[in-house]
């Protein structure tokens, strides 16, 4: 089989050969990646960035493509697409994700050279979905606000929320051409159905990250009332609603701390108040007026390995976000055993169980996160039952080996139904 892919960045392997040198680490997509290469497939890769053409081997290779916005389409796309299309004559056409113009360039090109019926896209984020509830909770003065970074990089709250409903008109063009889309929750196949109500609509487990299929959260060597959140960055992710969650959590437990990856929104010198986003400024402010800038640590940017120690030093992970699909981040949890709150939003509900195997709650109510929260630190030890429930049934919906054989079977059905030989 012939395997044409389409991702937003390049995979960690690739990036590897480009550089010469070793990444640090690989992510989910390598999991996937090498699972196919066992299996003999000749593929090509295609992928958004730098790094020019070449082969990691003889059934194997990468090109890269320009594509300096997201939210904008680049009809030279298009033509570049179609002369891949004709030069690899794939069987099957995967793109990684709708959320990039790239996606409907080569839904245009695959329809232009008869090789429509044999494309899927696999659901990542749906921008257009996303837009909707990007900056739930965050006061109107605050969206309309702009620091100098946004004033420069026309990018404050409320231009990010635009650019997001741009990438979501690209993604409804791209489904209501698509005979078949690939996802994994009730939430993305409601998306899916709502942009075309006839298109075929395969499931697929999600593979993650391979060093969170090894190692196991344990009370005993946890941080005591430590909380650990995986992003910051954007309103999306619900920091905000965090902060003032934590503030409830440390009237009852004022040893609490709160530790996140990336760089401190907190003051810092000159340059780091230049390059910070009203969002930030925002978070700062929340943090500031619940005298929490002593409780939060800033991991910086952390690899795979460095993540799965944070994860299992924590004492609950936290997952407040406005809008998900399926958040990797839950995932990985999960997979370690980590006891577990997270907001009822988009496919949460399809990882992870009320109750018995983690707390799930309304993402605009806080106090709510609290509650959970303090009640996960007063289970102390037995905490643990919900964490290898959640395990048990992350190793289910994560199985690398399952995961593979459903995908090659999308795979099967695709290059022997879709009409991609004629």
Known sequence: MRLLWLCNTAPGVVCSHISGKPTGGVNWVDHVLSGLRRQGLTIRILFRGEGGSAQLDDGCGYAAFS???????YPELEKRFRAEIRSFQPDVIHSWGLEYGHTLAMVNAAQAEGKLPCMAASIQGLCGFIARHYAEGIPERVQRSATFRDFVRRDNIRQQREKYVLRGRMEAQAMKMLSHVI?????????????????????????????????????????????????????????HYLLEAFSEVLKTYPDATLAVPGRSFLSGGAQARLRRGSYEKYLETLAKQWNLTDKIEFLGDLSGEEMKAAYVSANVFVLPSTIENSPNSLGEAMLLGVPCVASDVGGVSSLMRHGSEGRIYQSTAPYMLAYHIQTLFAMGPEAASLGQAARAHAQVTHDPERNLETLLAIYGELAGGGNCHG
């Open 67 to 73: 594509e300096p916005l997201p939210h904008r389409y």
């Open 183 to 239: 996802g994994r929750t009730d939430w993305d196949r409601a998306c899916a159905k709502t942009w075309n109500p006839d298109i075929v609509y395969h499931f697929c487990g999600e593979t993650l990250r391979e060093p969170f299929y090894q190692g196991q959260w344990r009370y005993d060597a946890c941080r005591p009332h430590r909380i650990f959140a995986s992003s910051c960055e954007y309103p999306v992710k619900g920091f």
